[in-house]
Antibody, heavy 120, light 112 residues
Framework: QVQLQESGPGLVKPSQTLSLTCTVSGGSISSGSYYWSWIRQPAGKGLEWIGRIYTSGSTNYNPSLKSRVTISVDTSKNQFSLKLSSVTAADTAVYYC????????????WGQGTLVTVSS | QSALTQPASVSGSPGQSITISCTGTSSDVGGYNYVSWYQQHPGKAPKLMIYEVSNRPSGVSNRFSGSKSGNTASLTISGLQAEDEADYYCSSYTSSSTPYVVFGGGTKLTVL
């Protein structure tokens, strides 16, 4: 059974960089034709796809966040990571990592989510 | 404002059937068969219920079904049960200068 777990600071100051890591267990991040995505959800609001990475290292990002997002993968640690720069209060949300199935457009396994608050 | 439009809420009684709509454009829902549906209970991560418009992942009840007509996709839940009460989100691949995924704003299902 594949499991995903997000980790990283729960509090980030405005203008700084948010950094999160997702650790995958129960299977190799390199096996199969899967994409690995980050998705976020502000409190009481809907889901927003941030971006994804394939194990080859190729990435796709949400155009609305593209200038501030970097997603990377470390296959030796079975992890992938998110960096979001120049954060503001609008970036406060629960951040989920997820496995992308069906060419990466459906998400069949999700982490439990981690709340990141942007505040001074 | 979300890229895909869903009703804010729907309700039904136990045993009844309900349908949740998800309206997009020819650049997303109408143009590709990559529509998915997710169920989210409070404080929990979303769960994939339907992928590629009408396919159910292993373990998902056959009371859940998906379909699409033009730019509108639909999720139907038959034989409503109390545990179906949750938020439901649709998503779709969307064509752009770069491929990405858009979500609907979510629909709160209340089982009366």
């Amino acid at each position: 059974q594949v499991q995903l777990q997000e980790s990283g600071p729960g509090l980030v100051k405005p203008s700084q960089t948010l950094s999160l890591t997702c650790t995958v267990s129960g299977g190799s991040i390199s096996s199969g034709s899967y994409y690995w995505s980050w998705i976020r959800q502000p409190a009481g609001k809907g889901l927003e796809w941030i971006g994804r990475i394939y194990t080859s290292g190729s990435t796709n990002y949400n155009p609305s966040l593209k200038s501030r997002v970097t997603i990377s993968v470390d296959t030796s640690k079975n992890q992938f990571s998110l960096k979001l720069s120049s954060v503001t209060a609008a970036d406060t949300a629960v951040y989920y990592c997820a496995r992308g199935y069906s060419y990466g457009y459906s998400f069949d396994y999700w982490g439990q989510g981690t709340l990141v608050t942007v505040s001074s | 404002q979300s890229a895909l439009t869903q009703p804010a809420s729907v309700s039904g009684s136990p045993g009844q059937s309900i349908t949740i709509s998800c309206t997009g454009t020819s650049s997303d829902v109408g143009g590709y068969n990559y529509v998915s549906w997710y169920q989210q209970h409070p404080g929990k991560a979303p769960k994939l219920m339907i992928y590629e418009v009408s396919n159910r992942p292993s373990g998902v009840s056959n009371r859940f079904s998906g379909s699409k007509s033009g730019n509108t996709a639909s999720l139907t839940i038959s034989g409503l049960q109390a545990e179906d009460e949750a938020d439901y989100y649709c998503s779709s691949y969307t064509s752009s200068s770069t491929p990405y995924v858009v979500f609907g704003g979510g629909t709160k299902l209340t089982v009366l």
